[in-house]
């Protein structure tokens, strides 16, 4: 069964400047999908940005950026210009690319702080 | 279209009740998921639809859960015989493509049982 582990509870970055989330997983298969979805206070979960496992360059959105390491399975998550609406919960989460699977499978999260 | 919507938003029950919980998906999405939430916690899996073809329950959903989506539209979760452990947020998300390009979510239903 696949897994996803996020190692660090809370973060903490100044406004403007970069932090790094860090996500590692478990898995036996070779094609699959991560992604990392931003959870703000009291609000619903927006996906922020998506990995395909099978392309080796780096997804990017804005100020968004992810570091996919597949030997290692490791996908972080790198916030460049740190804003105050940044602050929230991040979940890391997996899908297989089998056309049977469906589930999503999700981390436990990390709190960011951004101080001002 | 305004996104996933879920209703209602809070919910507090007492030990013991029934409560029913609504989903309404993007229209255009015909995958709908159910998971649950608790504090500090990750979303579970808890079930998922195609169209209204339940295809899949966790072993998370025991007996007192239970999920339809009649006619591949909204859907409803209802837990029977509430107990604490049940409180938890209730997250519904719909998508395109088997969830390959990701989730849409609603904002949940908090249920709190007493």
């Known amino acids: 069964a696949q897994t996803v582990t996020q190692s660090q509870p809370e973060m903490s970055v100044q406004e403007a400047e970069t932090v790094t989330l860090s996500c590692t997983y478990d898995?036996?298969?070779?094609?699959?999908?991560l992604f990392w979805y931003k959870q703000p206070p009291s609000r619903q979960m927006i996906l922020v940005i998506r990995q395909e496992a099978y392309k080796q360059q780096n997804a990017t959105e804005n100020r968004f950026s992810v570091n996919f390491q597949k030997a290692a399975k490791s996908f972080s998550l790198k916030i460049s210009d740190s804003q105050l609406g940044d602050a929230a919960m991040y979940f890391c989460?997996?899908?297989?690319?089998?056309?049977?699977?469906?589930?999503?499978?999700f981390g436990a999260g990390t709190r960011l702080f951004v101080k001002a | 279209d305004t996104g996933v919507s879920q209703n209602p938003r809070h919910k507090i029950t007492k030990r013991g009740q029934n409560v029913t919980f609504r989903c309404d998906p993007i229209s255009e999405h015909n995958r709908l998921y159910w998971y649950r939430q608790t504090l500090g916690q990750g979303p579970e899996f808890l079930t998922y639809?195609?169209?209204?073809?339940?295809?899949?329950k966790s072993r998370l959903l025991s007996d007192r859960f239970s999920a339809e989506r009649p006619k591949g539209s909204f859907s409803t979760l209802e837990i029977q015989r509430t107990e604490q452990g049940d409180s938890a947020m209730y997250l519904c998300a719909s998508s395109f493509l088997q969830g390959l390009y990701g989730y849409t979510f609603g904002s949940g239903t908090r249920l709190t049982v007493v």
């Open positions: 898995t036996s298969e070779s094609d699959y999908y």
């Open positions: 989460a997996y899908r297989s690319a089998n056309t049977g699977g469906f589930k999503t499978i």
């Open positions: 639809f195609q169209n209204e073809a339940q295809l899949e």
